[in-house]
């Protein structure tokens, strides 16, 4: 299954950033294992663009059929970015006064609203690559987006973000081919282990795992619709911990008492 996931990031690296890397032989399932996966992470205009860019190589040999669906997918490969949500009151203070003191919009905050997303989507959902592509191009541009790194870095951990942050550069390293003298935002002498959220990338993401609810039924009591949910949900604050602890706890507390709401009175 590791192919699959070497190929589309060969794939993504090459529509994004333009390189050229050999793509392995796969079968038309696995092809189709990325066709979906695109789609999930909604790239899908920027992997058929890789493989416009590597059409001429001898592996790349996508069965008809699916080719057909690929060219449906193009569209517009522009990311939409917008002031992400932090889970606490305290770190939604303090962006508030950072957006402030930064007049409302500069391209470092911009870069800020970049990470914040992506540790968003790792602590709640799993990992969203539209986020982490848009910081990659902005840190591979730097004439284009010149970032303040210094002040970045300084907001990150004023936001707690800091540990987060450096599982991010991780992230770049590995996934989208930057290396550490790009990242400036936080230090990188530390590379964390990605290998779960690469296998969560290959696992279906069902919106069911996320409903989870509390209900009182005809009896008395108190029944939870979801119970594989909650674990899931349970695994996750628990993975992300050591990354964010404060966002981590939040999360799961306010995953609980949302679903409380479901119980009557």
């Not at 400036?184 to 990605?194: A, E, I, P, S």
């Not at 005809?218 to 404060?246: C, E, G, L």
Request: glycine fraction near 6%; hydrophobic fraction near 40%.
């Amino acid at each position: 299954m590791e192919i699959i996931i070497r190929n589309f990031f060969r794939l993504l690296r090459a529509g994004i950033f333009g390189t050229q890397e050999q793509i392995e032989p796969m079968s038309a399932w696995k092809w189709n294992r990325i066709y979906q996966l695109a789609m999930l992470q909604h790239v899908a205009p920027q992997v058929r663009e890789g493989i416009d860019r590597l059409s001429d190589q001898f592996f790349l040999q996508i069965p008809p059929q699916q080719m057909e669906l690929w060219k449906k997918a193009d569209g517009n490969m522009q990311i939409k970015i917008s002031k992400p949500k932090l889970p606490n009151k305290l770190g939604e203070k303090r962006l508030s006064k950072i957006i402030d003191e930064e007049g409302g919009k500069s391209v470092t905050l911009t870069a800020l609203y970049l990470i914040a997303s992506t540790a968003h989507h790792l602590l709640n959902d799993g990992l969203f690559l539209h986020p982490l592509i848009a910081l990659g191009c902005y840190i591979k541009q730097p004439e284009v987006y010149p970032i303040d790194n210094d002040k970045l870095c300084d907001w990150v951990h004023k936001l707690g973000l800091k540990s987060i942050a450096q599982l991010e550069a991780t992230l770049l390293i590995s996934y989208l081919g930057l290396t550490e003298e790009d990242i400036k935002f936080t230090t990188t002498g530390k590379r964390h282990d990605v290998s779960r959220i690469t296998q969560e990338l290959l696992q279906s993401q069902g919106t069911d795992k996320h409903e989870w609810q509390f209900s009182q039924g005809d009896d008395i009591f108190v029944h939870n619709n979801n119970t594989s949910a909650m674990f899931w949900q349970a695994r996750r604050s628990a993975k992300y911990f050591r990354y964010s602890p404060m966002e981590s706890i939040s999360n799961f507390v306010s995953s609980f008492i949302n679903s409380l709401t479901h119980v009557e009175e």
